[in-house]
Each structure stands twice: as structure tokens, then as C-alpha cells.
């Protein structure tokens, strides 16, 4: 290789210095430009000439500024080729993220109001299908969990900031598109509807706790609760991105670790239900038996919820050549999920021994009130329901993000300007209330939740094993291909036949609530 003169080493520094300015986002983070042209080059690396051969020759304190550069230098050729509009939307306004942050976003995202919903589909499974279907459905996640993680920056220089841009990548632009932002936004809008609900009808059951008999005599509506804990979810949501939020996370992962084992624990320490009994439910016919079971294995798959958020919160982290953003992600990833396990298991199991296929479709909250108010003190009763409304305000946040994020990416793309605080604030309002109006017209949660499942299933469990095949490209007929091409084609079956119970049980609830009142 040829020596280049000293004098151009010494010139090299003050390049990528100059080429890296820093600009001012709506909010008030930094976020870096790209690279200028002047920095880029395919002939040679921007170390490639500061070999020991090279340095030999050269006294002490040289060598040591040369090193140092060298290090430097190979910083600078790792940085990433951003999109300057990326500095703008709310995933990528702020890279200051951390292993801490992806704990709490994680965990804020990964358990909540659907381990709620669980002991509902034990009671269609029973004993040995449901902890099965439970166990598996774990373990599958956490491997696509662990795909998503190493496909951010599978390509050097690339980083994929958002699951419909690796599903791009991967399924070429326009299959993409078509294949990962429906279930993606519909699962970030259902689970905010469903949200709505369970966080209306729980601030209204801890009002009723609270107040006891002096609160009865004009009490508020179920949707009048709705549109109260919604109001709320839209100030909150006025926090500019996602890194803005991470104090949110923390508050509704706490929240929730303490009121899932709140809840099993009492649940287990009182006395069961006389008429309590493990068989599954039984149904009229075949057909309907069918439905309602594809309809629990729907909340199964949708108590693994949020992958389609991994991609955006290691979007949330700074990443460099010698420090990639894999590593501080998959260290938050491997911590929330064992709190998550630690959480799901016990109130699936707990619930469904306290209350076998007594559970009513709201879930193990709505059976500890039921069964039990009159039993536990009032004031410990009323703290599990309260936490249950501030994890349920602060997974709204999260999983409003990715939607947030579209919005305001196609503001942008149109204006090549960022949204102003009002726009933003539009958004954000239209949206809550959008989410409002769904919840009254499906107020419906354990069918909702199966159907969620259904829909969106080849988010968490097909479409990371698709994507792995096609990027990384392992061997063909090897184990990693068979594998992966066999986890994929049945998570899509899975989602089919999910997706037809969650339909066949909201019509049915539907049914019922039209043509049987209660007496």
C-alpha cells in the first residue's frame, strides 16, 4: 500500500469534525445531521493507512496522536447514513437512550392489562392446553424478540428505526408496506382502545371502592369514565418522543409488577368459589367450542404484545462501531422478560386455580371485586385498582408512539419542515378520541383481545422469522432455514384461525348483549 504524506494525516481530523453539525429539534434534543459527502469513500477506510508498518518509524508522541485518531477515525466511519428528517418525529428525536430505558419501555410494554385477561382463556383451555399454550408462546416470542434486536443494524451503516422499514428491507417496498403497517398501527390503535377500557371501567370500580355508599346517588357512566381516563391519556401525550417518556415506562412497569402480584396473591389467600370446577367450558356445538377456543389462544398471542415496538426503542439508542445499540437493547430486553414471565405465569395460573370457569370475560380483576370485595380491606382493594389506572396511562403513551410517529412523519415528509407544538397537539387529541369512540362501539375486552391476537400475530411471531431468512440468508435446506421458514408459516396459519375466533365472539357477545337482558 502506498504512504501517504504526513502532511495529509495531519488534515484528516478536522474533516469529520466539521461535517457532523448538530441541529435543533421541536422539542429541544439534539439529534446528529449525517455525514457529509466528504467523509464517505469506498476505495479505502478511514484507518486503513494508520498501520503498525506505517507507525514504526515514528517517534513516541506521534504515534500516540495517530493512534488516538485512529480511534477516532474509526468512529466516524461507523456513523450511520441518517435521514435529516429523522431529527423531527418522535422515535428518533432523541438518542440518548439506554439498557435502563429499554428495561422500562419493555417492561411497560410487554405486561399490563392483558396478563389481566389471561386466567379468561385458561378457562376455555384448561389445566394442560393453557399452561402449554402459555409456555410456547414465551419462548417463541423471545426468540423473534431476539431477531427484531439483531436485524436493527443488520445492514453496516443502516439502521432500521421502525418495523414497516426493516419489513421494507426485507419484502421489497411495496409488499412492506402493505404486509407490517396495518397490523402495526392496528395493533398500537387496538391496544389504546382497549386501554380506554379496562382504565375507564377500573377508575370506575376504584371510584365505587373509595367512596363506598356516599358516591351513589349520581354517579358517573361507564362511558363517562371512558372519556375521563381518556382526557387524561391526551395530556399525558403531550410529552414531545420516546425517550421523553421513559420516566412513564418506569412508573407503569412498577405499577404493573405490583399490581399482577397484588392480584394473584389475593386472589390464592381467599377462600374459592363453592361451585368452582377446572373442566373448560362446554358449548352447545362443535363449531362454537372451535371458535372459542382459537378465540383464548388469540389472548395468548396478545398477552406478547409489543414487538412492534423493539425496533423503535433500540431506535432510541446512540450506536457506534466499538458500542452498537444491540447490545445495551438486548441486556433491557433479557431483564424485562423475566420480570414479564414473572408476572404472566403466576395470574394466569393463580387466577384460574381461585377461580377455575367461574372467571367472568373482564378478567381476574373483574373476579376478585365480584368474588371478593367484601372480604379484603377496602383500602388494599383500592390500591390494585388505582395502580392498574397508572400502568394503563402509561402504556397508552408508548404504544401511541409508533402512531404519533406516522403522523408526524408524513407532516414532515410533505412540509420538509417539523410539526409546531399545535399540530403536534392536534394529532394527539384527534387520536385519543378516535380511540375513545372505537371503545364504546367494542366495549367488548376479552373478544377484542383475542382478535388483536389474531391480527396482529405475524408481528411477534411469523414476520421476524420471514425477515431473518431474507437479510441474514442462511444456508439453504439447513436447520436455521427450515426452522425459521416453519416458525413463520405458522404464525400466519395461527393468525387466520385466530382471527376468525375473536370475530365469532364479538359477534356472539354482540348477540347477547342486543337480545338477552339481564332480569
Given at each position: 500500500?502506498?504512504e501517504?504524506?504526513?502532511?495529509?494525516?495531519?488534515?484528516?481530523?478536522?474533516?469529520?469534525r466539521?461535517?457532523?453539525?448538530?441541529?435543533?429539534?421541536?422539542?429541544?434534543?439534539?439529534?446528529?445531521?449525517?455525514?457529509?459527502?466528504?467523509?464517505?469513500?469506498?476505495?479505502w477506510?478511514?484507518?486503513?493507512?494508520?498501520s503498525?508498518?506505517?507507525?514504526?518509524?515514528?517517534?513516541?508522541?506521534?504515534?500516540?496522536?495517530?493512534?488516538?485518531?485512529?480511534g477516532?477515525?474509526?468512529?466516524?466511519?461507523?456513523?450511520?447514513?441518517?435521514?435529516?428528517?429523522?431529527?423531527?418525529?418522535?422515535?428518533?428525536?432523541?438518542?440518548?437512550?439506554?439498557?435502563?430505558?429499554a428495561?422500562?419501555h419493555?417492561l411497560?410494554?410487554?405486561?399490563g392489562?392483558?396478563?389481566?385477561?389471561?386466567?379468561?382463556?385458561?378457562a376455555?383451555?384448561?389445566?394442560?392446553w393453557?399452561?402449554?399454550?402459555?409456555?410456547i408462546?414465551?419462548?417463541w416470542?423471545?426468540?423473534?424478540?431476539?431477531?427484531?434486536?439483531?436485524?436493527?443494524?443488520?445492514?453496516?451503516?443502516?439502521r432500521?428505526n421502525?418495523?414497516?422499514?426493516?419489513?421494507?428491507?426485507?419484502?421489497?417496498?411495496?409488499?412492506?408496506?402493505?404486509?407490517?403497517?396495518?397490523?402495526?398501527?392496528?395493533?398500537?390503535?387496538g391496544?389504546?382502545?382497549a386501554?380506554?377500557?379496562?382504565?375507564g371501567?377500573?377508575?370506575?370500580?376504584?371510584?365505587?371502592?373509595?367512596?363506598?355508599?356516599l358516591?351513589?346517588?349520581?354517579p358517573?357512566?361507564?362511558?363517562?369514565?371512558?372519556?375521563?381516563?381518556?382526557s387524561?391519556?391526551?395530556?399525558l401525550?403531550?410529552?414531545?418522543n420516546l425517550?421523553?417518556?421513559?420516566?412513564?415506562?418506569?412508573?407503569?412497569?412498577?405499577?404493573?409488577?405490583t399490581?399482577?402480584t397484588?392480584?394473584?396473591?389475593?386472589?390464592?389467600?381467599q377462600e374459592?368459589?363453592?361451585?368452582?370446577?377446572?373442566?373448560?367450558?362446554?358449548?352447545?356445538?362443535?363449531?362454537?367450542a372451535f371458535?372459542?377456543?382459537?378465540?383464548?389462544?388469540?389472548?395468548?398471542?396478545?398477552?406478547?404484545?409489543g414487538?412492534?415496538?423493539?425496533?423503535?426503542?433500540?431506535?432510541?439508542?446512540?450506536?457506534t462501531?466499538?458500542?452498537p445499540?444491540?447490545?445495551?437493547?438486548?441486556?433491557?430486553?433479557?431483564?424485562a422478560?423475566?420480570?414479564?414471565?414473572?408476572?404472566?405465569?403466576?395470574?394466569?395460573?393463580?387466577?384460574?386455580?381461585?377461580?377455575?370457569?367461574?372467571m367472568?370475560?373482564?378478567?381476574?380483576?373483574?373476579?376478585?371485586?365480584?368474588?371478593?370485595?367484601?372480604?379484603?380491606?377496602?383500602?388494599l382493594?383500592?390500591?390494585?385498582?388505582l395502580?392498574?389506572?397508572?400502568?394503563?396511562?402509561?402504556?397508552?403513551?408508548?404504544?401511541s408512539?409508533?402512531?404519533?410517529?406516522?403522523f408526524?412523519?408524513?407532516?414532515?415528509s410533505?412540509?420538509?419542515?417539523?410539526?409546531?407544538?399545535w399540530?403536534?397537539?392536534?394529532?394527539?387529541?384527534?387520536?385519543?378520541?378516535?380511540?375513545?369512540?372505537?371503545?364504546?362501539?367494542?366495549?367488548f375486552?376479552?373478544?377484542?383481545?383475542?382478535?388483536?391476537?389474531?391480527l396482529?400475530?405475524?408481528?411477534?411471531?411469523?414476520y421476524p422469522?420471514?425477515?431473518?431468512?431474507?437479510?441474514?440468508?442462511?444456508?439453504?435446506?439447513?436447520?436455521?432455514?427450515?426452522?425459521?421458514?416453519?416458525?413463520?408459516w405458522?404464525?400466519?396459519?395461527?393468525?387466520?384461525?385466530?382471527?376468525?375466533?375473536?370475530?365469532?365472539?364479538?359477534?356472539?357477545d354482540?348477540?347477547?348483549?342486543?337480545?338477552?337482558?339481564?332480569?
Open positions: 500500500m502506498e501517504r504524506p504526513e502532511t495529509e494525516l495531519i488534515s484528516i481530523p478536522a474533516t469529520p466539521v461535517s457532523t453539525p448538530e441541529i435543533q429539534t421541536p422539542s429541544g434534543q439534539r439529534s446528529p445531521r449525517p455525514a457529509s459527502k466528504e467523509t464517505k469513500s469506498s476505495a477506510t478511514p484507518t486503513s493507512f494508520i503498525p508498518r506505517f507507525l514504526s518509524p515514528i517517534g513516541t508522541p506521534m504515534k500516540r496522536v495517530l493512534i488516538n485518531m485512529k477516532y477515525l474509526e468512529e466516524v466511519g461507523h456513523l450511520t447514513k441518517l435521514n435529516p428528517q429523522d431529527a423531527w418525529p418522535p422515535i428518533t428525536e432523541s438518542r440518548n437512550g439506554n439498557a435502563h430505558y428495561a422500562f419493555n411497560n410494554a410487554g405486561v392489562f392483558q396478563a389481566l385477561v389471561l386466567p379468561v382463556a385458561f376455555f383451555l384448561g389445566w394442560s393453557g399452561i402449554l399454550a402459555l409456555t408462546a414465551y419462548c416470542q423471545l426468540y423473534t424478540l431476539w431477531i427484531l434486536v439483531q436485524l436493527h443494524e443488520a445492514v453496516p451503516g443502516k432500521y421502525r418495523y414497516v422499514e426493516l419489513a421494507k428491507a426485507a419484502f421489497g417496498e411495496r409488499l412492506g408496506v402493505w404486509l407490517a403497517l396495518f397490523p402495526t398501527v392496528y395493533l398500537s390503535a391496544t389504546a382502545t386501554l380506554i377500557l379496562i382504565g371501567e377500573t377508575m370506575k370500580l376504584f371510584f365505587q371502592i373509595v367512596c363506598g355508599p358516591c351513589t346517588s349520581n358517573l357512566t361507564t362511558v363517562e369514565w371512558y372519556l375521563v381516563f381518556t387524561l391519556c391526551i395530556v401525550s403531550q410529552l414531545p425517550n421523553s417518556i421513559a420516566g412513564l415506562s418506569l412508573v407503569g412497569a412498577v405499577t404493573a409488577i399490581y399482577s397484588m392480584v394473584w396473591v389475593l386472589s390464592v389467600s374459592r368459589p363453592p361451585t368452582i370446577s377446572y373442566e373448560p367450558l362446554s358449548f352447545p356445538s362443535s363449531a362454537a371458535f372459542s377456543v382459537m378465540n383464548a389462544l388469540g389472548i395468548v398471542a396478545f398477552a406478547f404484545r414487538h412492534n415496538l423493539v425496533l423503535e426503542i433500540q431506535a432510541t439508542m446512540p450506536s462501531f466499538k458500542h445499540a444491540h447490545v445495551p437493547m438486548w441486556i433491557g430486553a433479557k431483564v422478560y423475566f420480570f414479564i414471565a414473572m408476572c404472566l405465569f403466576p395470574v394466569a395460573i393463580g387466577g384460574f386455580w381461585a377461580y377455575g370457569n367461574l367472568p370475560s373482564g378478567g381476574i380483576l373483574n373476579a376478585l371485586y365480584g368474588f371478593h370485595s367484601h372480604d379484603i380491606p377496602r383500602g382493594l383500592a390500591l390494585a385498582f395502580l392498574v389506572v397508572f400502568n394503563c396511562l402509561s402504556s397508552f403513551q408508548i404504544y408512539m409508533p402512531v404519533f410517529d406516522s408526524e412523519a408524513g407532516y414532515t410533505r412540509t420538509n419542515r417539523p410539526c409546531s407544538i399540530v403536534r397537539s392536534g394529532f394527539r387529541v384527534f387520536y385519543g378520541f378516535v380511540n375513545f369512540f372505537i371503545g364504546v362501539a367494542l366495549p375486552l376479552s373478544s377484542l383481545a383475542g382478535l388483536l391476537g389474531g396482529t400475530l405475524p408481528v411477534t411471531f411469523a422469522c420471514f425477515m431473518w431468512v431474507l437479510i441474514k440468508r442462511p444456508t439453504k435446506y439447513s436447520f436455521n432455514w427450515y426452522f425459521n421458514w416453519i416458525l413463520g405458522l404464525g400466519i396459519a395461527f393468525s387466520l384461525a385466530f382471527s376468525i375466533g375473536g370475530i365469532w365472539s364479538i359477534v356472539n354482540g348477540l347477547k348483549l342486543k337480545f338477552f337482558k339481564p332480569n
